[in-house]
Structures are given as C-alpha cells and as structure tokens.
C-alpha cells in the first residue's frame, strides 16, 4: 500500500489550503485514515483522523474549528480543508492509514498507523 498525499503550499495567516491523499494497493474501506504533522525541530504531532466507513472525524484541539477532515467515497481519496491557517501550521503534512488495528485504533498515536505517505510541506506566513 503506498499514499500519495498532495496539496501543499504557501498560504498567508488567515488562509486555507487543501491535501489529499489517495491510496495505490488498497482501498481506505475497514480503515482509519489520519493525518499528522511535523514541524521543524519538533516531534510529529496528530492532528485528524477519520474512520472510513463510518465517516465518524476526529480532532487534535489545536485545529478543531478550522480543519475538516473528509472522505470521498468514489474517488478513494482523504481530504484535509485547513482554514483559518496559523503560522503555526507551518509543517509537513503525512496522510496515514491504520488497518491492522481497525475497530481499537488510538486515533493519535502513530504506532497504531501502518501506512504513511511521504508528507506535503504546508508554509503559512504571517
């Protein structure tokens, strides 16, 4: 299973940018999908996750309100909508799948996830 996550950039404070992710090799059916972050000299951090075929999302404090995180069915794709950006929000973006776990899946912990795409940079200037 390889994710293919997209839709980075650069975006001014109080901007919105979108990611994607699409798997090759395996549908996101009977699977958690989660996206973490990292930012420059800091550990990686969760922040949404979504169960697949319950469309049930999940949210890290620091974006709840702003994020949304969403499934499109027909196109097997993940979506992160990030509105109101921070600088803060600086990072690079991972989409990640957890399936081996499904139905105990920690939402925020990254031993819990399988599969990691390889990240998109997402800047946010003030």
């Known amino acids: 299973v390889q994710l293919q996550a997209s839709g980075g950039g650069l975006a001014q404070a109080g901007g919105s940018l979108s990611l994607s992710c699409r798997s090759s090799?395996?549908?996101?059916?009977?699977?958690?999908l989660g996206w973490f972050r990292q930012a420059p000299g800091r550990e990686r951090e969760y922040v949404a996750a979504i169960n697949w075929d319950m469309n049930s999302p999940y949210y890290a404090e620091s974006v709840k309100g702003r994020f949304t995180i969403s499934r499109d069915i027909a196109e097997n794709a993940l979506t992160l909508q990030m509105n109101s950006l921070k600088p803060e929000d600086t990072a690079v973006y991972y989409c990640?799948?957890?399936?081996?776990?499904?139905?105990?899946?920690?939402?925020?912990?990254?031993?819990?996830?399988?599969?990691w795409g390889q990240g998109t940079q997402v800047t946010v200037s003030s």
């Open positions: 090799g395996r549908s996101f059916s009977r699977s958690v």
């Open positions: 990640s799948m957890a399936a081996r776990k499904y139905g105990s899946v920690r939402v925020g912990r990254e031993d819990d996830y399988d599969y």
